[in-house]
């Protein structure tokens, strides 16, 4: 655990987390990057994902990039969409 070492979940007062990679969607002018293996500490009483500030930082960092065409991706996949009506 970084960024919430004697700190308590915001979301349920929880003081216990577990640093993990989740999945994480960075999204802009309807643009994506999808990022499989995202560093966050999660709430482990209620589950509330909390995300590093210096990997956020980098993933805008590397999305400007590849929008910008002065980087390519890791590679590509294809994400199903639901339209909620």
């Known amino acids: 655990m970084k960024d919430h070492e004697n700190q308590n ?3 349920c007062g929880g003081e216990r987390f577990e ?10 002018d309807e643009n994506n990057l999808f990022v499989p293996d995202m560093p966050a500490d999660v709430c482990l009483n209620c589950g509330m994902v909390y ?5 956020l930082l980098k993933v805008e960092q590397r999305f400007k990039a590849i929008y910008q065409n ?5 590679r590509y996949t294809t994400l199903p969409v639901m339209d909620y009506v």
């Open 70 to 74: 002065k980087e390519k991706p890791d």
């Open 51 to 55: 995300y590093h500030g210096p990997a």
């Open 19 to 28: 640093e993990r990679r989740v999945r994480y969607i960075y999204n802009r």
């Open 9 to 11: 979940c915001y979301y």
